[in-house]
């Protein structure tokens, strides 16, 4: 050999088809589908999801008053606790439509306990009224008992308003 041949390396790779035709096929082979990019350029990365928004101390505040409220429904104090919870979950859902803030289910838990709260203490309260209106009514009758069936009209009462 020569030693002129030796001084000239070979070239490292081929050189990269042209950008008139990218998609050179040999004899036989069928053409590839150019749907999909070819070898060597990848698809780019997909984007980055948009962060969730954070819930805001409405939400977490409604919900937390409207649990609270009612777990306590059944002491009276439930009532106000989720009337206060069903106020402040109402603000922060009007916060999430505008884009403000997030914690929309969480405000949605807080109106929905609230709610649920709300109506037990009401539901407690109007029984309980109808109780002691039923007893202070059947108090008034007469408690000595009659002597041909041995039940006073007071027990006659009670047990036609509660049994009946």
Known sequence: MSESSESIP?????????MDAPYQTGPGYPPPNAGF?????????????????LPTG?????MVLGIVGLCT??????????IVGLVFSIIALRK???????????AIAGLVTSIVGIVVNVVEVV?????????AHCSQQDSTP???????????????SFFN
């Open 73 to 82: 429904s059944i002491f009276y104090i439930g009532g106000v606790i989720g």
């Open 58 to 62: 409405l939400a977490i505040t409604g």
């Open 10 to 18: 070979p070239p490292p790779f081929a050189a990269p088809p042209s």
């Open 96 to 106: 999430v439509k505008r884009g403000i803030g997030g914690g929309k289910g969480m």
């Open 146 to 160: 009659d002597p041909n069936t041995g039940v006073s009209q007071v027990d006659r009462c009670m047990n036609n």
């Open 37 to 53: 990019a070819p070898y060597g350029y990848p698809y780019p990365y997909p984007m980055m999801p948009m962060a969730a928004e």
């Open 127 to 135: 029984f309980l009224v109808w109780l002691f209106t039923t007893a």
